[in-house]
C-alpha cells in the first residue's frame, strides 16, 4: 500500500456528501478504482475511472481524477449508513495491471 | 454464481500446528492471489499465482506457501504458523495478469486467530 496513500478515518452525518481521498504515484496507470469492503465482508469493485478521464458520475458515486497531481477522490451524495465500510483506492503499479491497495478509508457516518 | 470461495471462514489453532487455507473460483481466472488485512496496514500481499504452476512472492511471503496445481485452487499453507500470523486472510482472483481493465473478485474472508 505505499504506493497509494489514503487517510484511516471519515466520519459523516447521514445526508452530507462523504469525500474520501487518495494520492498514486504511478503515472501510467490505465485504470483506477474504488472497492467498497461492508463490515463482515470481502472487497467489491464500486467503480473505476480510466485514466484519459476527469470525472466519472454513477448515480451518487462521482469520481475525480486529477492526473497531474496523481490525486483521485470519490464522492458519494447524500450519505446513508449503508455506504459505512471500509472504502479502498486501487492502481495498478510496478509494470503491471494487478491493482496496489492502498489502506483504506474507514467511513462512518452518523444518524 | 460466480465466486470466490474460501475456507475455513474462522479457524483459532495453536502455534506451530500446520494449517491449509483452501480457495477456489468458478470463473475460470487465471490469477489469483493472497493478501492479509491487519489494523492500520490495509491489504499485504502475500503470494499469486499467474497461472497453473506459476506461483511468485508478493510483499509479505514469510511464513507462508502455496501452490497452484489446478486451476481454480489456490491453497494457502501455514506450516508453522505464529500468532503474529493472527489476521484476515483474503483470496482474490481476476481473469489475467495482462488485461489492462482488472477488476478483482475477492473472497469473503477467512479469520485466522494463533494460539
Known amino acids: 500500500g505505499e504506493d497509494v496513500e489514503q487517510s484511516l478515518f471519515l466520519s459523516v452525518r447521514e445526508g452530507d456528501s462523504s469525500v474520501i481521498n487518495c494520492t498514486y504515484t504511478?503515472?501510467?496507470?490505465?485504470?483506477l478504482y474504488w472497492y467498497k469492503q461492508e463490515p463482515g465482508a470481502g472487497l467489491q469493485l464500486l467503480t473505476y475511472?480510466?485514466?484519459?478521464?476527469d470525472m466519472k458520475q454513477d448515480q451518487r458515486l462521482t469520481v475525480l481524477l486529477n492526473k497531474k497531481d496523481k490525486h483521485l477522490s470519490l464522492r458519494i451524495a447524500d450519505t446513508q449508513t449503508g455506504d459505512s465500510a471500509i472504502y479502498f483506492c486501487?492502481?495498478?503499479?510496478?509494470?503491471?495491471?494487478?491493482?496496489?491497495f492502498g489502506r483504506g478509508t474507514s467511513l462512518i457516518v452518523h444518524p | 454464481e460466480a465466486q470466490v470461495t474460501q475456507n475455513p471462514r474462522y479457524l483459532i489453532t495453536v502455534t506451530g500446528k500446520k494449517l491449509t487455507v483452501t480457495c477456489s473460483q468458478n470463473m475460470n481466472h487465471e490469477y489469483m492471489s493472497w493478501y492479509r488485512q491487519d489494523p492500520g496496514l490495509g491489504l499485504r500481499q502475500i503470494y499469486y499465482s499467474m497461472n497453473v504452476e506459476v506461483t511468485d512472492k508478493g510483499d509479505v511471503p514469510e511464513g507462508y506457501k502455496v501452490s497452484r496445481k489446478e486451476k481454480r485452487n489456490f491453497p494457502l499453507i501455514l506450516e508453522s504458523p505464529s500468532p503474529n500470523q493472527t489476521s484476515l486472510y483474503f483470496c482474490?482472483?481476476?481473469?489475467?495478469?495482462?488485461?489492462?481493465?482488472?477488476?478483482?473478485?475477492f473472497g469473503p474472508g477467512t479469520r485466522l486467530t494463533v494460539l
Open positions: 475511472i480510466f485514466s484519459n478521464m
Open positions: 482474490a482472483s481476476s481473469l489475467d495478469s495482462g488485461s489492462s481493465y482488472n477488476e478483482q473478485f
Open positions: 486501487a492502481e495498478p503499479s510496478g509494470g503491471s495491471y494487478i491493482p496496489t
Open positions: 504511478d503515472s501510467s496507470s490505465t485504470y
